[in-house]
Protein backbone atom coordinates (compact mmCIF):
# COMPACT_ATOMS: atom_id res chain seq x y z
CA UNK A 1 0.00 0.00 0.00
CA UNK A 2 1.08 3.15 -1.11
CA UNK A 3 1.16 6.42 0.83
CA UNK A 4 -1.13 7.94 -1.84
CA UNK A 5 -3.45 5.20 -1.47
CA UNK A 6 -4.06 5.87 2.10
CA UNK A 7 -4.84 8.86 1.63
CA UNK A 8 -1.82 9.99 3.75
CA UNK A 9 1.45 11.67 2.74
CA UNK A 10 4.84 12.10 3.63
CA UNK A 11 5.66 15.70 2.45
CA UNK A 12 2.61 17.97 3.55
CA UNK A 13 3.45 22.05 2.98
CA UNK A 14 5.84 23.05 4.91
CA UNK A 15 4.87 26.50 6.31
CA UNK A 16 2.83 25.22 9.70
CA UNK A 17 -1.04 26.62 9.78
CA UNK A 18 -0.59 28.51 13.39
CA UNK A 19 -3.87 30.21 13.08
CA UNK A 20 -5.47 26.58 12.35
CA UNK A 21 -4.21 25.61 15.74
CA UNK A 22 -4.84 28.38 17.46
CA UNK A 23 -7.98 28.37 16.50
CA UNK A 24 -9.16 24.91 17.22
CA UNK A 25 -7.87 25.46 20.71
CA UNK A 26 -9.60 28.73 21.33
CA UNK A 27 -13.06 26.90 19.70
CA UNK A 28 -12.26 23.32 21.98
CA UNK A 29 -11.75 25.82 24.80
CA UNK A 30 -14.62 27.89 24.56
CA UNK A 31 -17.26 25.09 24.25
CA UNK A 32 -15.85 24.21 27.30
CA UNK A 33 -16.21 27.58 29.14
CA UNK A 34 -19.79 28.12 27.14
CA UNK A 35 -21.04 24.84 28.83
CA UNK A 36 -19.38 25.14 32.30
CA UNK A 37 -21.35 28.69 32.18
CA UNK A 38 -24.92 27.20 31.36
CA UNK A 39 -24.60 24.15 33.24
CA UNK A 40 -22.30 24.87 35.85
CA UNK A 41 -18.65 22.72 37.17
CA UNK A 42 -21.02 19.56 37.84
CA UNK A 43 -21.52 16.23 35.91
CA UNK A 44 -24.00 17.97 33.08
CA UNK A 45 -21.56 20.30 32.66
CA UNK A 46 -18.78 18.69 31.91
CA UNK A 47 -21.14 16.17 30.39
CA UNK A 48 -21.87 18.19 27.54
CA UNK A 49 -18.46 19.97 27.08
CA UNK A 50 -17.10 16.26 26.37
CA UNK A 51 -20.06 15.59 23.85
CA UNK A 52 -19.76 18.79 22.13
CA UNK A 53 -16.07 18.82 21.81
CA UNK A 54 -16.70 15.20 20.29
CA UNK A 55 -18.45 17.18 17.94
CA UNK A 56 -15.55 19.30 16.63
CA UNK A 57 -13.34 16.79 17.00
CA UNK A 58 -15.51 14.92 14.55
CA UNK A 59 -15.64 17.48 12.12
CA UNK A 60 -11.76 17.98 11.83
CA UNK A 61 -11.33 14.31 11.71
CA UNK A 62 -12.91 14.32 8.53
CA UNK A 63 -11.01 16.98 6.58
CA UNK A 64 -8.08 14.53 6.47
CA UNK A 65 -10.07 11.87 6.70
CA UNK A 66 -11.85 13.06 3.07
CA UNK A 67 -8.69 15.20 1.97
CA UNK A 68 -7.45 13.27 -0.81
CA UNK A 69 -11.31 11.95 -1.89
CA UNK A 70 -12.22 15.95 -1.91
CA UNK A 71 -9.49 16.67 -4.10
CA UNK A 72 -9.80 13.94 -6.70
CA UNK A 73 -13.34 14.95 -7.35
CA UNK A 74 -12.87 18.62 -7.01
CA UNK A 75 -9.69 19.85 -7.47
CA UNK A 76 -10.51 23.48 -6.35
CA UNK A 77 -7.67 25.95 -4.36
CA UNK A 78 -9.92 24.69 -1.16
CA UNK A 79 -9.62 21.02 -1.63
CA UNK A 80 -5.56 21.30 -2.59
CA UNK A 81 -5.39 23.11 0.49
CA UNK A 82 -6.89 20.36 2.41
CA UNK A 83 -4.48 17.53 1.28
CA UNK A 84 -1.60 19.82 1.22
CA UNK A 85 -2.24 20.22 4.86
CA UNK A 86 -3.59 17.37 6.20
CA UNK A 87 -0.97 16.27 8.53
CA UNK A 88 -1.80 19.18 10.41
CA UNK A 89 -5.31 19.28 10.30
CA UNK A 90 -5.01 15.68 11.60
CA UNK A 91 -3.18 17.23 14.53
CA UNK A 92 -5.79 19.85 15.05
CA UNK A 93 -8.34 17.18 15.49
CA UNK A 94 -5.27 15.36 17.59
CA UNK A 95 -6.06 18.61 19.42
CA UNK A 96 -9.40 18.91 20.23
CA UNK A 97 -10.06 15.09 20.75
CA UNK A 98 -7.49 15.82 23.67
CA UNK A 99 -9.63 19.01 24.98
CA UNK A 100 -12.69 16.56 24.44
CA UNK A 101 -10.68 13.63 26.66
CA UNK A 102 -9.97 15.92 29.22
CA UNK A 103 -13.53 17.01 29.59
CA UNK A 104 -14.75 13.26 29.32
CA UNK A 105 -12.62 12.71 32.18
CA UNK A 106 -13.83 15.33 34.31
CA UNK A 107 -17.33 13.94 34.04
CA UNK A 108 -16.46 10.74 34.99
CA UNK A 109 -14.31 11.95 38.30
CA UNK A 110 -17.26 14.20 39.02
CA UNK A 111 -20.17 11.46 39.11
CA UNK A 112 -17.55 8.67 40.46
CA UNK A 113 -17.55 6.29 38.14
CA UNK A 114 -15.52 4.25 35.76
CA UNK A 115 -15.97 3.67 32.03
CA UNK A 116 -17.27 0.16 31.22
CA UNK A 117 -14.55 -2.41 29.86
CA UNK A 118 -16.18 -1.95 25.92
CA UNK A 119 -15.53 1.56 26.56
CA UNK A 120 -11.84 1.34 27.95
CA UNK A 121 -11.07 -0.65 25.38
CA UNK A 122 -12.88 0.81 22.48
CA UNK A 123 -12.39 4.30 23.45
CA UNK A 124 -9.01 3.91 24.73
CA UNK A 125 -8.04 1.81 21.54
CA UNK A 126 -8.86 5.05 19.80
CA UNK A 127 -6.77 7.35 22.07
CA UNK A 128 -3.89 5.49 21.61
CA UNK A 129 -3.73 5.46 17.81
CA UNK A 130 -4.93 9.45 18.07
CA UNK A 131 -1.84 9.74 20.50
CA UNK A 132 0.51 7.39 17.64
CA UNK A 133 -0.34 9.12 14.97
CA UNK A 134 0.29 12.37 16.27
CA UNK A 135 3.33 11.55 17.71
CA UNK A 136 4.90 10.36 14.18
CA UNK A 137 3.19 12.71 12.13
CA UNK A 138 6.33 14.17 11.04
CA UNK A 139 9.36 13.25 9.10
CA UNK A 140 11.45 12.11 11.11
CA UNK A 141 8.95 9.45 11.90
CA UNK A 142 8.30 8.81 8.15
CA UNK A 143 11.83 7.77 7.78
CA UNK A 144 12.57 5.83 10.73
CA UNK A 145 9.73 3.09 10.27
CA UNK A 146 9.77 3.22 7.04
CA UNK A 147 7.12 4.86 4.03
CA UNK A 148 5.09 1.44 3.91
CA UNK A 149 5.09 0.99 7.91
CA UNK A 150 4.36 4.23 8.74
CA UNK A 151 1.15 4.18 6.14
CA UNK A 152 -0.41 1.34 7.25
CA UNK A 153 -0.31 2.58 11.07
CA UNK A 154 -2.22 5.56 9.91
CA UNK A 155 -4.29 4.31 7.40
CA UNK A 156 -5.33 1.55 10.50
CA UNK A 157 -5.78 4.54 12.84
CA UNK A 158 -8.03 6.62 10.68
CA UNK A 159 -10.48 3.29 10.30
CA UNK A 160 -10.37 2.93 13.63
CA UNK A 161 -11.14 6.29 15.04
CA UNK A 162 -13.88 6.22 11.99
CA UNK A 163 -15.42 3.24 13.68
CA UNK A 164 -15.35 4.23 17.04
CA UNK A 165 -17.47 7.47 16.18
CA UNK A 166 -19.64 5.76 13.66
CA UNK A 167 -20.31 2.79 16.58
CA UNK A 168 -20.87 5.49 18.70
CA UNK A 169 -23.20 7.32 16.83
CA UNK A 170 -25.03 4.78 15.82
CA UNK A 171 -25.22 3.27 19.35
CA UNK A 172 -27.16 6.17 20.31
CA UNK A 173 -29.37 6.89 17.63
CA UNK A 174 -30.97 3.30 18.03
CA UNK A 175 -31.61 3.51 22.51
CA UNK A 176 -34.94 3.44 23.56
CA UNK A 177 -34.46 6.84 25.04
CA UNK A 178 -31.53 9.08 23.59
CA UNK A 179 -29.85 11.81 25.27
CA UNK A 180 -30.63 14.25 22.54
CA UNK A 181 -33.33 14.21 19.73
CA UNK A 182 -32.19 11.36 17.25
CA UNK A 183 -31.95 12.87 14.49
CA UNK A 184 -28.89 14.44 15.63
CA UNK A 185 -27.18 11.33 16.18
CA UNK A 186 -28.80 9.85 12.82
CA UNK A 187 -27.18 12.83 11.04
CA UNK A 188 -23.97 12.29 12.14
CA UNK A 189 -24.22 8.52 11.63
CA UNK A 190 -24.93 9.26 8.17
CA UNK A 191 -22.10 11.85 7.53
CA UNK A 192 -20.27 9.22 8.89
CA UNK A 193 -21.69 6.86 5.78
CA UNK A 194 -21.23 9.07 3.51
CA UNK A 195 -17.61 10.02 4.44
CA UNK A 196 -16.63 6.33 3.96
CA UNK A 197 -18.34 6.13 0.74
CA UNK A 198 -16.76 8.76 -0.66
CA UNK A 199 -13.62 7.08 0.16
CA UNK A 200 -14.45 3.76 -1.30
CA UNK A 201 -15.52 5.46 -4.26
CA UNK A 202 -12.31 7.32 -4.78
CA UNK A 203 -10.48 4.04 -4.20
CA UNK A 204 -12.39 2.33 -7.10
CA UNK A 205 -12.61 4.77 -9.45
CA UNK A 206 -8.32 5.21 -9.04
CA UNK A 207 -8.12 1.18 -9.73
CA UNK A 208 -10.05 1.68 -12.84
CA UNK A 209 -8.32 4.21 -14.29
Known amino acids: MTLEASGLSASPSRRIP ?98 DIVTIIGGGGAYLMILLMALTSNDWSVRTLGPKAWGWLHWLGLYDIWFVFTFTYFGRFTQDQPQEPRIIYITLFAIALAALGLRIATRLSKRRA
Open 18 to 115: WPLFIAVAVASTGIVLVCLSQWGVTDQGWLHASRYTARLAFLLFLAPFLASSLVYWWPTPATRWLRAKRRYLGLSFALAHGVHFIALVMFNITIGETP
